[in-house]
């Protein structure tokens, strides 16, 4: 039995940051380039500005999945953070481990 005392933070925010933007690029970029393909075939009306919409959709593939990288590592900082906090009190989670080259030296 093994116990999980602290989370390097650092780490967990280079991890978080690359997962995050790569599932943000896989979910807003095809929302991106709809808005601006839909965008297109929108009538022009006089309440509603559509040119703006292409627009959008350019800035909404770039920075969205950046600010989703980014705001799901900070989450995931805080998150570690006050677990290494509360691990140093209430001691970490306990994990039972199971090496595997040892197992196949028995059989």
Partial sequence: MYKLKSIDIGSVIIYSFLMYLILGL????PLGLLVSAISTFLPDTSDFDSTILPFFGGVFILLIPIF??????VV????VLLYNLISKKFG??????????QIESEQ
């Fill in 26 to 29: 896989i979910i807003f970029l």
């Fill in 76 to 79: 995931n900082a805080v998150i």
């Fill in 92 to 101: 970490g989670i306990k994990i039972e481990l199971e090496n595997l080259d």
């Fill in 68 to 73: 989703y990288a980014v705001l799901g590592s």
